[in-house]
């Protein structure tokens, strides 16, 4: 009769365990059911921006004081522009007389005699890693728009002297004569020349500047 008992006993506590075991799968089955799937969040991709350095304007007066030619200038990694303005005392107001993109190794620079005598003119200097460049910028109201505009003079010297090599332009023989000094192939000084700015003619000169 005990026997009998514990036995009842054992069959209950079993069922017992087994209907708690399916009640508690039961529960996690509907909580996974209602609870929803939430996917790993994935990293957006943001470009980032190439930055921009924008420098302090650089600018040179001409002898009388009377007016002004300002470069302004501006870079990011791969390249640089370069602005130049014209303007005159006492208004100030800037003109503006060249622009140029360049790449990043390239450099302008205002010399200090940049300004022609009679301030009509003035030219800069364009530094690269193989060459140096000088541009003539025609800077008065009054001049009409013409082919002096960006004048290269290297590039113009280089076609018409190719046994010399431009090295220097020192400033202003006349308001419309720049000096010039040359090296000849083969490395030894070469002779100075006149720029004629107006019709673009180079004069070979007897003496050295």
């Known amino acids: 009769m005990n026997i009998a008992k514990r036995k009842s006993g054992i069959i209950v506590v079993i069922i017992s365990a087994v209907t708690l075991s399916i009640l508690v799968y039961q529960y996690f089955v509907y909580r996974t059911r209602q609870e929803p799937t939430i996917s790993p969040v994935t990293a957006l991709s943001i470009p980032t921006p190439t930055p921009t350095v924008i420098f302090l304007p650089v600018s040179v007066d001409s002898p009388d004081g009377t007016r002004t030619l300002t470069m302004k200038y501006q870079e990011n990694n791969t390249t640089a522009t370069y602005s130049f303005f014209a303007s005159e005392k006492p208004e100030n107001l800037e003109k503006l007389i060249a622009t140029k993109t360049v790449p990043a190794l390239y450099t302008f620079s205002i010399p200090d005699n940049t300004w022609s005598p009679d301030n009509k003119y003035a030219f800069v200097t364009e530094s690269t890693p193989t060459k140096k460049s000088y541009f003539i910028f025609p800077a ?70």
């Open 140 to 209: 008065s109201e009054s001049l009409p728009e013409n082919n002096l505009q960006n004048t290269d003079v290297h590039a113009l010297f280089s076609q018409k002297y190719p046994q010399y090599i431009l090295t220097d332009i020192t400033g202003w023989a006349a308001p419309n004569l720049l000096i010039m000094n040359t090296t000849a192939d083969g490395g030894e000084r070469g002779p100075s020349f006149w720029f004629d700015i107006t019709t673009q003619v180079f004069i070979q000169l007897g003496a050295l500047f």
